[in-house]
């Protein structure tokens, strides 16, 4: 009977802990896929170019355009006056 109830016991464990693992793995794998996504991917906020996130906050010397449409939130910055417009050519 001791031996039994340790069992149930030991299978409710496994049942616990085989979806809390499940779950451990899928977390890690979204947070992995996403970590990679990323270091590929091109900020929203340039939707004409591709410039990546910030960090590291970039300013117009480090990327190759001029006079691109920069919606906010603008993590770089290189909209500084709000006009919408990145990296002026013309500057004033
Ligand atoms: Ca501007």
Known sequence: MVVDYKDSKNKM???????????CVTVFYLHATQ???QSNNCDSS???VCISPAPPDLNC???????FKVLPPD????????DGIGCESESR
């Open 13 to 23: 464990k496994v049942k616990l802990i085989f979806p809390i693992l499940m779950f």
């Open 35 to 37: 970590i990679h996504g």
């Open 46 to 48: 340039y939707p004409n």
């Open 61 to 67: 010397p480090d990327v190759p355009y001029n006079d």
């Open 75 to 82: 993590p770089h910055g290189f909209d500084l006056e709000g």
